[in-house]
């Protein structure tokens, strides 16, 4: 059955191409972080353990939502490492850094995230798409506030 929810093709498309490079950037940075949580050391080990948890559990969680819209715009939502690895500008990090080079490659992976929902936002503003908007909206808060906890660790 034919999609008809006011969103023309062409925007559904568009939006769609914003959303995955928004998906991109939210399981790379889900992987990074739950990485560090695995592999952080030093006198910061348990707030940075539990914190890092806390933080690649919310972007799990978004990430399904990120993905369920891009197929309720009745798009197919990519899913694979290579397709991630083209679309994300989230830097991987293969190595174990000390924990501040932790934290300060994951406040610049969340401010990443921020500027790829503020683009979203901007795709679907213009195309009409409340939900998306909303979405995206929710992203940039979350990503604002979670790279703000964490350039206060620096301090």
Do not use: C
Request: net charge negative; charged share 25%.
């Amino acid at each position: 059955m034919a999609i008809d929810i006011g969103i023309s093709k062409k925007d559904r498309e568009s939006i769609a191409k914003h959303l995955s490079k928004l998906l991109a950037d939210t399981y790379s940075l889900y992987l990074k972080t739950h990485a560090f949580h695995w592999n952080v050391t030093g006198p910061m080990f348990n707030t940075l353990h539990l914190m890092f948890e806390q933080q690649y559990n919310a972007l799990w969680t978004a990430a399904d939502a990120i993905a369920e819209r891009i197929r309720a715009l009745d798009v197919v939502a990519p899913g694979s490492y290579t397709q991630f690895g083209k679309l994300t500008a989230i830097r991987e990090e293969t190595g174990v850094p000390e924990w501040k080079v932790m934290v300060e490659q994951l406040v610049e992976g969340h401010e990443t995230v921020a500027r790829t929902a503020r683009e979203t936002f901007k795709a679907a503003d213009k195309a009409d798409d409340q939900p998306t908007a909303d979405l995206a909206t929710q992203r940039m808060q979350e990503h604002e506030k979670t790279a703000w906890m964490l350039r206060s660790l620096l301090k």
